[in-house]
Nanobody, 120 residues
């Protein structure tokens, strides 16, 4: 199973970026997909998650500015980030909680990360 992210970059404060992540490989299903981020010297933190049923969850710091969307048919998840702030600067990681097709056990996968830098 591979997670491939795209869409990071450098943007000025107040600007927007859109991150995308595609999950490939042989899986039975994807239970939840989401985005996490890690700033230098800090722990990785949840940004937003979306379940297969459509429920979403956001960190308080991004509510009202970020929107997570998921396409179950294409095994993709996107994060639209608006009104970006310098404190949003971090490496953003895609995450997928999948059910293995052979064992039916839940497996957790991460993407390689994509840098988001917001200048003031």
């Amino acid at each position: 199973v591979q997670l491939v992210e795209s869409g990071g970059g450098l943007v000025q404060a107040g600007g927007s970026l859109r991150l995308s992540c595609v999950v490939s490989g042989t899986i039975f299903s994807i239970n939840a997909m989401g985005w996490y981020r890690q700033a230098p010297g800090k722990q990785r933190e949840l940004v937003a998650t979306a379940t297969s049923g459509g429920s979403t969850n956001y960190a308080d710091s991004v509510k009202g500015r970020f929107t997570i969307s998921r396409d179950n048919a294409k095994n993709t998840v996107c994060l639209q980030m608006n009104t970006l702030k310098p404190e949003d600067t971090a490496v953003y990681y895609c995450n997928a909680l999948t059910r293995d097709i052979a064992t039916m056990t839940l497996q957790n996968y991460w993407g390689q990360g994509t840098q988001v830098t917001v200048s003031s």
